[in-house]
């Protein structure tokens, strides 16, 4: 287990509403990331962190923002929802040490958004 | 060609049999790839790494050949608790992002 939650686990929510989801992890570990999963596309990067303030944009990061302001948390941000982004979000986390390789992501149990 | 492609399946194997999946990739600077397991409508867990020819854990070998650009993963004496959707995974250059398969779907029947 790798001390990560998601919160909330599911959403319905109206299209043009601003939505934040949460990742809160247990364990101090440095890198963190966001990612949606659609039928047909799998799981694609939307934004990740590499330490506390520090971001990058993913493959789909158009419509989200991301913020950072303690190692523990992750927040992704919906300004204004769309019916596209309805899809299953995953937090993972990974340790930037030497333990783990940059494939050896841990997923949080994800949140099921529906922008109707 | 896309960076990772997998077979989607279904694969629909009986209880016991051997079944193989291939991942194909793009990147030919790629030192490292993972698999994955994703039970139906769970999150992803590691399931293997590979960094060198291949690796071997209990019932699961990965395997991985440079020149023809694809990793295998091999499940020997198939369980009913094995039947969930493979991720192939491989780190494209950039160590901070991974590019996912879209995942081969396996169902072990009684």
């Known amino acids: 287990d790798a001390g990560i939650t998601q919160s909330p686990r599911h959403k319905v929510t109206e299209t043009g509403t601003p939505v934040t989801l949460r990742c809160h992890q247990t364990e101090n570990h440095r890198y963190m990331y966001w990612y949606r999963q659609d039928p047909g596309h799998g799981l694609r990067l939307i934004h990740y962190s590499y330490g506390v303030k520090d971001t990058d944009k993913g493959e789909v990061s158009d419509g989200y923002s991301v913020s950072r302001s303690k190692t523990e948390d992750f927040l992704l941000t919906l300004e204004s929802a769309t019916s596209s982004q309805t899809s299953v979000y995953f937090c993972a986390i990974r340790d930037g040490g030497t333990s783990g390789g940059p494939g050896e992501q841990y997923f949080g149990p994800g949140t099921r958004l529906t922008v109707t | 060609r896309k960076e990772v492609e997998q077979d989607p399946g279904p694969f629909n194997v009986p209880e016991g049999a051997t079944v193989a999946f291939n991942c194909t990739y793009s990147?030919?600077?790629?030192?490292?790839f993972f698999w994955y397991r994703q039970d139906c409508r769970k999150e992803p867990k590691l399931l293997m790494s590979v960094y060198s020819s291949g690796n071997e854990d209990g019932r699961f070998t990965a395997q991985l050949n440079r020149a023809s650009q694809y990793i295998s993963l091999l499940i020997r004496d198939s369980k009913l608790s094995d039947s969930a959707t493979y991720l192939c995974?491989?780190?494209?250059?950039?160590?901070?992002?991974?590019?996912f398969g879209s995942g081969t779907q396996l169902t072990v029947l009684p």
């Open positions: 990147n030919s600077a790629s030192q490292s």
């Open positions: 995974v491989v780190p494209p250059g950039s160590a901070r992002q991974l590019t």
